[in-house]
């Protein structure tokens, strides 16, 4: 069974010391299972453990909310116990060589591509800024993020194996072959064509994940309509926050996981119909923050004119 913890950081800390196998904070919005962590779905892999000494972290671009969690998952990292070493692909294995290398298809070797594409795009951009920086400040920088980028390619290699690599993986035999200490600027040259078919794939995968979860989160609703779950991941990327009455008829609860108390609701509903003003008044432990001619803003939760007929209005008429 999944353990609760209360907070982000304390979900962090259990992930990274081992305290449970699974668990979770906050309705699932980060949540562990084994050597991985999640922020608000599987469709996004903040960090993995490859073994006890090295942990595969996501580089990829993210929300607001999946950046904070990023951020507290490093910082619960201890940096004397782990190697971090930030990729864009995190699903991916090493490299076993034996009787049976073989039989190893292509599709081993992808996210290792996109991994040394990574490593080598960000130290040719770095490179190609340190010929145009006047500043000390910029250009340490710029010097610490190819020192890094180095690391990180070295470490991956050793880690994964890759230095094995038998020559009919390609593609991946050439980026491993690129002479990272070549002079400045060579290397970007060699990957600038590498560096737009990368973009172009990451788009595609973007694309793809968020259709898969978008989909994943439109079963959720139907579940949670018919009160089957009562929380939906991924409930950002649903078209518009959807409500119901909660199975005691005590409050309205909605998708993103708030609730206000149903007399509260009906109250502010009458006073709506009534054309008295709401903006600013309570309603459970929020306020109505905004009112529009198709919305209301309570809390920072925007919900649909539509839903409040749907479900409150039933409600008062009733009585």
Sequence with gaps: MSKYYKNYDECA?????????????????????????????YHYMIARKVNDKVIL???ESSSSTTNKHKGQVMAAIPTFAYDVISVLELKVEPYKRGSSDKYIDQSWAEGHVTNMEYFLLNIARAEDKLTRVRSEYS???????????????SQYIKVFNLDKTPKRFKELRRLLDIDVNAPTG??????????KKHEAAMARKRKAANKKATALA????????????????????LDKIYIRLSTDS?????????????????????????????????????????LTDKDVTIGCT???????RRVVAPLVKGE
């Design 302 to 308: 925007t919900i649909p004119l539509s839903e409040i």
């Design 186 to 195: 060579a290397v970007k040259a060699e990957m600038e064509a590498a560096a």
């Design 13 to 41: 800390h259990a992930w990274v010391h081992e305290l449970s196998e699974d668990g979770h904070a906050r309705g699932d919005r980060m949540f562990f299972r084994g050597p991985r962590i999640y922020s608000y779905g």
């Design 139 to 153: 250009r340490n920088e710029h010097q610490a993020t190819i020192r890094n980028m180095l690391r990180f390619r």
């Design 57 to 59: 972290f996501n580089a």
């Design 218 to 237: 439109k079963e959720q609703l139907a579940l949670w309509k018919d009160y089957k779950v009562d929380y939906i991941r991924n409930n950002d990327l």
């Design 250 to 290: 005590t409050c309205i609860e909605t998708t993103n996981s708030a609730s206000v108390p149903i007399e509260h609701a009906k109250l502010m509903y009458k006073r709506y119909k009534l054309g008295k003003p709401v903006k600013g008044k309570k309603i459970g432990y929020y306020s109505v923050a905004n």
